[in-house]
């Protein structure tokens, strides 16, 4: 056990000095260079990079779907954050537009199911939580 300590230590040391000769690399640069240093460190520098900043994002539907619905005046949404407590929704549409992307059609109310047994925080019994996992899948998912 110690001596598995002391190779991550000396491993994380390994890491922090090559981050800081790194570092130290880049600076020298900068100095040498001014402010061409940047056209060694970045690619395609004059390149249209900033006027098409964020045309490469990827659209979701399914995860806006979820995120809007969690938050929305539905009973169904109401009765998942009423039983979810402090778990983050963010954190729990991330995990339910996987479980939905994932399952097949047949078994995306099983998958619901089991992501929200995993984040509510108070005790349901299984009918009320397939209950609320399928009319989840009814309203949500038909959506997108």
């Known amino acids: ?3 598995q300590q002391q190779t991550n230590n000396s491993a994380q040391l390994e890491n922090l000095t090559e981050a800081l000769a790194a570092a130290r690399n880049m600076q020298q640069d900068w100095l040498n260079y001014g ?7 970045v690619e395609d520098v004059e390149g ?3 006027e098409t900043w964020g045309d490469d994002e990827i659209s979701n539907p399914l ?3 979820i995120k809007d619905f969690l938050v ?3 009973d169904v949404a109401i009765k998942i954050r009423k039983y ?7 954190d729990l549409a991330v995990d339910l537009e996987e479980g939905l992307r994932i399952s097949r059609d047949n078994e995306k109310t099983s998958a619901v199911k089991d992501i929200l047994a995993s984040d509510i925080d108070l005790d349901i019994d299984d009918l009320e939580l397939l209950d609320l996992a399928n009319d989840f899948v009814d309203k949500c ?3 997108s």
């Open 72 to 74: 929305s005046d539905d």
């Open 48 to 50: 249209d990079w900033l």
């Open 35 to 41: 402010l061409n240093f940047v056209h060694i460190y």
């Open 141 to 143: 998912y038909c959506r």
């Open 84 to 90: 979810v407590g402090d778990t983050s929704l963010f």
């Open 63 to 65: 995860f806006d779907t």
């Open 1 to 3: 056990m110690v001596n």
